[in-house]
Structures are given as C-alpha cells and as structure tokens.
C-alpha cells in the first residue's frame, strides 16, 4: 500500500459528460502529480500542485483542471469527455516538488471509459 | 526538454536467468534522479530502484541493479535470477525541473518458467 488514495477505481461515462477524480495524498507529502496512461499516449504528466498552488503544468487539455485543497487532497476535472479520454488516471505524491524530489508514491489509479 | 526512450518494446526470459532492459534518456537538468518502476497487472506503479545522477556508484536493490553511464546517458536496468513475479510492464523514468516524472513508453517483460 502506497498511502496515495484514488476514487472511484472504476468509471465510465457518456461522451460530453464531465466527471470528477480524487486523490488523496501520502500523509506529509506536500505535492500531488497527476498523470494519464493511455496505449497511443504511453505514461503523461498532466499537472502537479504543491500546498495547494499549481506548480507545474504538462499535456493536460484545456477540458480538464485540477485543485488541490487546505487538506491537501487534490481532484482532477474532466469535461467535454471524448472517447479518447478513455485511459488511466494516476495520482502521485511526494513530500516536496523540485528536481531533487526523491521519490514519488503512486495511487492505484482510476480507469475512465467513456462510451 | 526531458525525453526517455526504451527501446525494446518487448522482452522475455528465462526464470533464474539474467535480463537487461535498455533505458537512454536526455534532460537538460544538471542535476536528476533516473528511475525504474515496475507495472504488473494489478496496474499499480511501484518504484523498483532509483539513482542520483551525482552518485558514480550504481544503485542496487537486492536482485534488481542499475548500469549508469552519465556522459552516453545510459540507464539500464539488470533483473538477476528473475523470477515469475517479475513479469510486468517496466518503465524507466527521470525527473523533471518540477518533480514530475518524464516516463519511457515501457518495456514488457515476460518471464517463462
């Protein structure tokens, strides 16, 4: 067990529709990262927080935003969904962001299939 | 900007034998860490080993070791007597300016008994 809590495991949704991931972070870590996996797009950093402020954007859509909130546990937005949202969405903590982050803690993810 | 390339998409050995799994890797930080994690089915990423680019000596962690080239950018992973357990999805990793982690597309590894 990583610590790094993920809701739900399991999601499936209509095209245009919009849903809402969960993370929980380790307890301490400070940073949360979020990624996608899809089979054409392989492992994708999508946007990081640190303490609750958006420290780092990658590939992520305009369609989709993330928060981080006072207890630091961050959600990950998806609207507009397409079919080829479709993928699995990981989170990741580690106590500090920087290139000298040691380590990062992965959650289980959550498999979104949209319809 | 950081790019991880692996460039065996697919790798099979024997159980209790020795495999190398190839990582090269270009990051414009001066200092990084480099990492491989493991995938199995379950599609949890576990962390299998890590190394600082300061570090001359290669990181090892019990049957899984490292062979760091710093100047060909080279990383690769040596999985001694693999095991059936083994078998998974790795994928070589570096770190970027912000923490997040730049990945490989993966290589599979198929263990036969």
């Known amino acids: 067990d990583s610590g790094v809590t993920q809701t739900p495991k399991h999601l499936i949704t209509a095209t245009g529709q919009r849903v809402t991931l969960r993370c929980s972070p380790r307890s301490g870590d400070l940073s949360v990262y979020w990624y996608q996996q899809s089979l054409d797009q392989g492992l994708q950093f999508l946007i990081q927080?640190?303490?609750?402020?958006?420290?780092a954007k990658g590939n992520i859509l305009e369609r989709f935003s993330a928060q981080q909130f006072p207890d630091l546990h961050s959600e990950l937005n998806l609207s507009s969904l397409e079919l080829g949202d479709s993928a699995l969405y990981f989170c990741a903590s580690s106590a500090r962001g920087g290139p000298w982050a040691p380590r990062a803690f992965f959650g289980q993810g959550t498999r979104l299939t949209v319809v | 900007a950081q790019t991880v390339t692996q460039s065996q998409p697919e790798m099979s050995v024997q159980e209790a034998e020795t495999v190398t799994l190839s990582c090269t890797y270009d990051t414009s930080e001066s200092d990084y860490y480099l990492f491989w994690y493991k995938q199995p089915p379950s599609r949890q990423m576990i962390l299998v080993i890590r190394?600082?680019?300061?570090?001359?000596q290669n990181a090892t962690e019990n049957r899984f070791s490292v062979n760091f080239q710093k100047a060909a950018k080279s990383f690769s992973l040596k999985i001694s007597d693999s095991q059936l357990g083994d078998a998974a999805m790795y994928f070589c990793?570096?770190?970027?300016?912000?923490?997040?982690?730049?990945f490989g597309k993966g290589t599979k590894l198929s263990v036969k008994p």
């Open positions: 990793a570096t770190g970027g300016s912000q923490g997040n982690l730049i």
């Open positions: 927080y640190y303490n609750g402020e958006e420290r």
């Open positions: 190394q600082e680019a300061y570090k001359q």
